[in-house]
């Protein structure tokens, strides 16, 4: 058993290319979840948990000075001022907005030109190899887009952004679950050139069978444990979030309120009636596992969950995404902010996983049952930093992106992480239960 051998956007694409392509992709998108707003909302800051989007600019533009102008192409620094400034762990979020920041205009400067020294240095570098730290880079801006457009939703005021709604489900008659075989899979990757520390290194796990939902929990289910009391009865929930739920006073996901009999939401400054079709987005952790236990189900592990995005049990492989080791089309997922929410729960059919479950990536983010923590094996690359020091029992894995996520941040081995009580992220999940025993 193994995994597919190299990904099919390695060996088809000249690396190159491939990393031009997805740096000035990730560049288009930070410019306009930026050039939409005045320079006032752009320094302002939304929330106490999200940066100011001018810090987010200057600390995009930061990273990629550091790892392909210095590092990779072994240039002097434009401005290593800046490194302590926009250094993520050194200042808190909410704190923020108190620093000399770059102001709009210079921020976009400063983008500029290490992006043209970037550019040089891809262009000059006599062997680039897999091209793994220009890969890193533009999955970090990606990931800071989707961090950008989750302050979007966050912020107050009339609508900036627009996109075209998701195409309606194909309406076929979906089972509610299905079986994901037990037995050992390939878990990780150790091939997949732009992969990430944490998804390494590739090892078997032997996963028991269960039943998975076949599509997300909908708004509609949703809404079914909140009107059997799923807020108000702490036997479905963990004691700390039973009690993160009263301090905070939740009653619903974030951003929707009942208006009458009518259920709305807030999305990207305009207030819609609720899709009931659609999976659940902006609940927490702690609300997943209180719906899971209320409907008699879990939220599955990690491996649960890889196992049956990517194990093929025809030929024993795992592969890259949930439909083979194609990169994503159109017709596989709603991915990379093309749409600003998700489609129907049961589109996609052509991105299905080989047992059957659909919209395994793209649309919401899925909270799993497992903390985040190392690969047996796990060695930190290039710095502590971007995972180890996260790994430990305060952070709860998410697998599968979002509307929000780009390509080049999404495959079946990808790992997100977050504080079980957070909701503003693009967070849905579904359930499952173990497969009694022939």
Known sequence: MSENTLAPEATTVPVRERARVALSTARRRTLAL??????????????????PLVWDMAHIGNQEEIWLIRRAGG???????????????????ADRTALPLLAPDEARRYLADVRDQALDVLAAIPHPGDGFLFGMVAQHEQQHDETMLATHQLRRGPAVLDAPTPPPAPGDPLPPEVLVPGGPFTMGT?????????ERPAHTVDVPAFWLDTTPVTNAAYQDFI??????????????????RK??????????????????RRRFGRT???PPAEPVVHVSWYEADAYARWADRRLPTEAEWEKAARHDPASGRSLRHPWGDAPPGPGHANLGQHH???????????????????????????????????????????????SEVF??????VLRGGSFATDAVACRATFRNWDFPVRRQIFAGFRTCRGAEPA
Do not use: I
């Open 272 to 274: 819609e009636p609720l």
């Open 190 to 198: 150790d091939t997949d050139p732009w992969a990430l520390d944490n």
């Open 227 to 244: 009107a059997d009391g799923g807020y108000e009865d702490p036997r479905w929930w963990q004691p700390e979030g039973w009690l993160h």
């Open 247 to 264: 301090r905070c006073g939740h009653t619903a996901p974030a951003f929707w309120r009942r208006d009458g009999r009518t259920w709305l």
């Open 34 to 51: 930026t050039d939409c707003l005045p320079d006032a909302e752009l320094t302002a800051q939304h929330s106490p948990l999200m940066s």
């Open 75 to 93: 240039r002097p620094a434009l401005r290593p001022q800046l490194d302590a400034l926009y250094d993520a762990f050194r200042h808190p979020r």
């Open 391 to 396: 790994f430990g029992d305060l952070y709860k």
């Open 340 to 386: 600003l929410q998700p489609a129907p729960a049961g589109s996609y059919p052509d991105g299905a996983a080989p047992c059957g479950a659909r919209q395994l990536l793209g649309d919401v983010w899925e909270w799993t049952a497992t903390d985040f923590a190392g690969y047996p094996g796990f060695t930190a690359h290039p710095y502590r930093e971007y």
